[in-house]
């Protein structure tokens, strides 16, 4: 009898303890001085979502910054998704998945962590997700953090405002705030990153060690960080994958796109008025189509948080001496196909110098073929070495060429290079065919290196064996090109990326 109260006891000993020990495997909570939060715990990684870092940008915070959340007290449940910023329905499917819900109230993020230990001080990795600053969203399976976490890295996605509600000028808005923001998405993102800033030790990470990544506009962005007075100080590192060398657009220019929106959704256009303005439907701002109707993808020139262009912020030496990876894709020329831009139409335009042109590409006969490579390396290989070049004067850089192909004929397109670094792989279901053997290497060696970079400053931590990443500078022109597998490449297309920078550089300076 007594052995039989004995173990009944023990049992009721071991059932207190190990309840909340389980209750805390399955449902982390995390106190942070933003208030208590409870996620769930997928395969060893705990993960956080739908945690707000700003107010919801309604009503008469429409257009304009950010505006801090008060602190709650009662424990958020973060184990879900938060609606995505309001967009066109069916571009982010092809662009990365399905962005679910869309609400103005939007300004939300995502944490990944091994373990939400206070005081750990991993290194941390803040994504800003691409899609032409129109689309996309932070909480997309394909940019799952769980990966990196594995890897000892706390991982922070977000989302950010897009298109007309993120990025926007007009006379009625300059009169309101003489001066003041445009760039909307931009100052979202140096929100969230002030709130890792304040909040991530609490999930396991360090403040003094955050490295923001993105791909296409989130990589554009990255450079706008970097470029910005906004934003000095809070991260150490960047990575930009496929940034874009296309302009960005004045003031005015972009007030001239804000009237004709106004006029479009039946306003008296450059005389609206900002409550006219701010009583529009979020939808159906985002749903507007037509020529002058966009400021995709570009940001706007001339306010605090982008006040010079980016490629002059670099050329000036005004960027964040932090170091930096930057690279790009065999076939990010894609894009311009998803645009509806016709390659072959672009040689034409070429005249006499597509002669020259050709000389640069042997074995390229084809015009559609040529104007694909031609577009590829004017937008984003020259832009890539450019950007390196330019920065290797203030900090460390290292450049990419992505190539890994699978089973498509021309090449690695634009964004294929994103579940390699998530190591999504298998989930995104976008490979074009079955995961490979070969598939979950590079996988592996992207994120080994990403993570690597994120730890260290450096992009070591491939397996024995691969190449040193040498970094690139002004006369080395080194890249390490990413394929089935890595290469070396000293000079990298130097002498056709050598023309076309210096053709844009003679462009520019006429304009």
């Not at 982010?92 to 001080?121: H, I, Q």
């Not at 791909?215 to 960080?225: E, I």
């Not at 003031?251 to 701010?278: D, Q, Y």
């Not at 605090?304 to 930057?326: C, K, S």
């Amino acid at each position: 009898m007594i052995r039989s109260l004995c173990r009944t006891a023990t049992r009721a000993v071991w059932l207190l303890v190990a309840l909340p020990v389980a209750c805390w495997a399955q449902a982390p909570t995390v106190t942070t001085p933003s208030g208590p939060v409870q996620g769930r715990v997928v395969d060893d990684v705990a993960v956080f979502r739908g945690i707000p870092f700003a107010a919801p940008p309604v009503g008469d915070l429409r257009w304009r910054e950010p505006q801090a959340l008060p602190a709650w007290s009662e424990t958020r449940q973060s184990v879900s998704n938060a609606a995505s910023c309001p967009q066109k329905r069916g571009l982010s499917l092809e662009g990365g998945g399905d962005p679910g819900k869309l609400d103005e109230d939007c300004l939300y993020l995502n944490v990944f962590t091994s373990g939400a230990d206070a005081g750990a001080r991993r290194p941390v990795m803040v994504w800003i997700h691409g899609g032409a600053l129109i689309f996309g969203s932070g909480g997309l399976a394909i940019y799952d953090g769980s990966a990196l976490a594995r890897r000892g890295v706390v991982v922070v996605t977000i989302n950010y405002r897009l298109g007309a509600l993120g990025f926007f000028a007009h006379p009625a808005l300059d009169k309101e705030r003489p001066g003041g923001p445009a760039n909307f998405g931009l100052l979202d993102q140096i929100a969230a990153l002030q709130w890792v800033q304040k909040n991530i030790a609490s999930f396991g990470g360090d403040p003094a060690q955050v490295t923001v990544f993105g791909q296409s506009a989130g990589a554009q962005s990255v450079l706008a960080l970097m470029a910005s007075p906004l934003a000095t100080g809070l991260f150490r590192s960047a990575i930009a994958e496929s940034p874009y060398g296309m302009p960005s657009h004045t003031r005015a220019a972009a007030s001239t796109t804000g009237a004709a929106i106004a006029t479009k959704v039946g306003l008296p256009g450059a005389g609206a008025s900002m409550a006219a303005l701010r009583g529009i439907p979020a939808d159906r701002l985002s749903a507007l189509e037509g020529k002058g109707l966009s400021l995709a993808p570009g940001f706007v020139v001339g306010d605090r948080a982008v006040p010079t262009p980016l490629l002059e912020a670099f050329q000036r030496g005004r960027e964040a001496a932090v170091p930096l990876i930057i690279g790009s894709n065999s076939d990010d020329a894609s894009v311009a196909l998803a645009f509806g831009i016709d390659p072959a139409q672009l040689v034409q335009k070429m005249g006499r110098a597509r002669i020259l042109v050709r000389s640069y590409y042997p074995g390229v006969a084809d015009d559609r073929q040529l104007g694909r490579e031609v577009a590829r390396d004017v937008v984003f290989t020259a832009f890539a070495r450019r950007i390196a070049y330019l920065h290797s004067a203030k900090a460390p850089t290292w450049r990419y060429y992505f190539s890994r192909a699978g089973s498509s004929p021309n090449g690695a397109g634009h964004g294929a290079e994103v579940p390699f670094v998530h190591g999504t792989v298998e989930q995104c279901q976008c490979l074009g065919g079955p995961v490979t053997p070969l598939d979950q290497d590079v996988e592996r060696r992207m994120g080994d290196r990403w993570a690597a970079f994120a730890s260290t400053g450096r992009p070591a931590g491939s397996p024995a064996g691969s190449p040193t990443w040498e970094p690139d500078n002004r006369i080395r022109g080194w890249a390490l090109e990413i394929g089935d597998e890595e290469t070396g490449r000293p000079g990298f297309m130097t002498a056709r990326l050598n023309v076309f920078i210096t053709a844009l550089n003679l462009v520019s300076r006429k304009n």
